[in-house]
């Protein structure tokens, strides 16, 4: 009797740490956060989408108020387009909001922060934001850094 007690409990624990594994992985996958309702779409043009993904949240002052719906590029002037949907409670962004790719946490997660502007008018389904600003690309600063450290240098040489 006391080994089937403990078989119950052993298959307790078992199911509960698949059961946390699956919420674990839903939340890395961001699976979760399957939305239903559609919003409106914006999209924006970007030198360097860096490592964002479809999905990926669209956020404003820290709260979450879309996701990325759709990456493209744009042969005609060489940027990727990036097509996020806004959620229909959130109508009152400014024409003017301007977007910028952000890392967060430690895993190098990217989503897109928008800045509200102050114009009157509001953004609209189908509407383009103007102002972007790309990704920042780490081994592109550590290569501007080295470059500019042997520059200055040479330079520091030459002149004695």
Do not use: H
């Amino acid at each position: 009797m006391q080994s089937r007690t403990i078989e119950i409990w052993v298959g307790f624990f078992v199911a509960l740490g698949l059961a946390a594994l699956f919420m674990l992985a839903m939340q890395v996958s961001n699976l979760a956060n399957v939305q239903t309702d559609n919003g409106y779409q914006i999209s924006a043009n970007f030198d360097n989408i860096g490592g964002l993904k479809v999905k990926s949240p669209v956020k404003v002052g820290g709260v979450k108020v879309g996701q990325v719906s759709e990456i493209s590029y744009d042969d005609e002037v060489y940027q990727a387009v990036v097509t996020m949907t806004i959620d229909s409670q959130y109508q009152r962004l400014p024409a003017d909001t301007s977007a910028s790719i952000f890392t967060a946490g430690l895993l190098g997660a990217q989503y897109i922060g928008l800045e509200v502007g102050a114009d009157e008018e509001f953004l609209a389904d189908g509407d383009e934001l103007f102002i972007t600003q790309s990704a920042v690309i780490l081994e592109q600063l550590i290569g501007q850094f080295l470059y500019n450290t042997a520059a200055k240098g040479s330079d520091d040489s030459g002149s004695e």
